[in-house]
């Protein structure tokens, strides 16, 4: 795999960052993933500004020019001979001094990767076991959460699947310490009931994720009632529909609920794939790809 190391294609084997970064010292980072459709990163202004806010509260002086971004992603596809790929943007505080400083950081260093995306399509996609975790939910790092390099609490949470046997592909559901849903280990998540659409609110400590926005939007846009707030479990396995969204899988329907034991629990719906929720994929995609269409 080739990526781009400060502009430059480079091969990620001979790669040397330093072991002063801060990045690797402290976790002092952040990064965006995305997708990129006929070539073009999907929704990519709002991956910029997450990023670029993101940098400004941890005193990381990144600057980010959109258009140029795109050029290099394009870069990044052509020297990985990829149509359309997977984009992680990485941005680390970059070299300094062993302890933690008061100052900002001034070098810091962006790596760009690009992989390739398995086949996929809205009309044909499966849906995936969603399981709640016994690990709760970290808390953010600041006021918010932050896409950083700080994923512990995550790849504490897939162990906990792999140790309990939990089948392949299963998403792992995170509870705050007071019992309530907040997010996937690499999602948001949704629900529908008697008509409504639910998702925990950022009050629960969730990554505001970019596709959760934009799904946000396309309920407004075909007039589908929104709750944001604090829910348990219970309330989940009692609904109709359940889907999660992340900027790589786009929307993925949840055709089983498991508790933290592996017992399948959703009286509320059942294996099919729900209406509300292949209707809110079909339409992601056809605007992902510049198409239109309710």
């Known amino acids: ?17 330093s072991a002063f970064d801060h990045g690797f010292l402290y976790g002092m980072g952040l990064f965006e993933t ?6 073009e990163p999907w929704l990519l202004d709002r991956h910029a500004a997450r990023l670029r806010a993101g940098c400004e509260l941890l005193g990381i002086a990144y600057e980010l020019d959109e258009a140029g971004l795109g050029q290099r992603i394009a870069r990044l596809l052509e020297a990985n001979d990829l149509g359309d790929g997977y984009i992680r943007l990485s941005v680390s505080a970059g070299e300094g001094a062993i302890g933690l400083p008061g100052e900002a950081y001034e070098r810091p260093n962006e790596i760009i990767y690009a992989k390739s995306l398995a086949p996929d399509h809205p009309d044909t996609r499966g849906g995936k076991t969603l399981r709640l975790l ?14 950083s390099f700080h994923y512990m609490n995550n790849i504490v949470a897939k162990r906990e699947l792999a140790a309990a046997g939990a089948g392949a592909g299963t998403e792992g559901l995170f509870a705050d310490g007071g019992g309530h849903i907040v997010e996937g280990m690499v999602s948001n998540v949704f629900w529908l009931t008697d008509g409504i659409l639910y998702t925990p ?15 946000l939007e396309l309920a407004a ?3 589908l009632p929104v709750r944001q707030g604090l829910y348990r479990w219970e309330e989940l396995t009692a609904a109709d529909e359940v889907f999660l969204t992340s900027s790589i899988q786009e929307i993925v329907p949840v055709t089983r609920l498991e508790d933290e034991r592996g017992k399948g629990c959703h009286p509320g719906g059942t294996a099919a794939i729900g209406p509300t929720t292949s209707r809110l ?4 995609r056809n605007r992902a790809e510049g198409t239109s269409g309710l």
């Open 1 to 17: 795999m080739k990526l781009l190391w400060n502009g430059q294609v480079t091969d990620g084997k001979t790669t040397v960052i």
């Open 34 to 39: 995305f997708r990129t459709y006929g070539g």
């Open 134 to 147: 016994k690990q709760p939910r970290s808390t953010p790092e600041s006021a918010i959460r932050l896409k």
């Open 201 to 215: 609110s950022e009050e629960t400590g969730l990554l505001p994720g970019i596709t959760r926005g934009f799904v």
């Open 221 to 223: 846009e075909i007039g």
């Open 281 to 284: 994929m079909r339409l992601y």
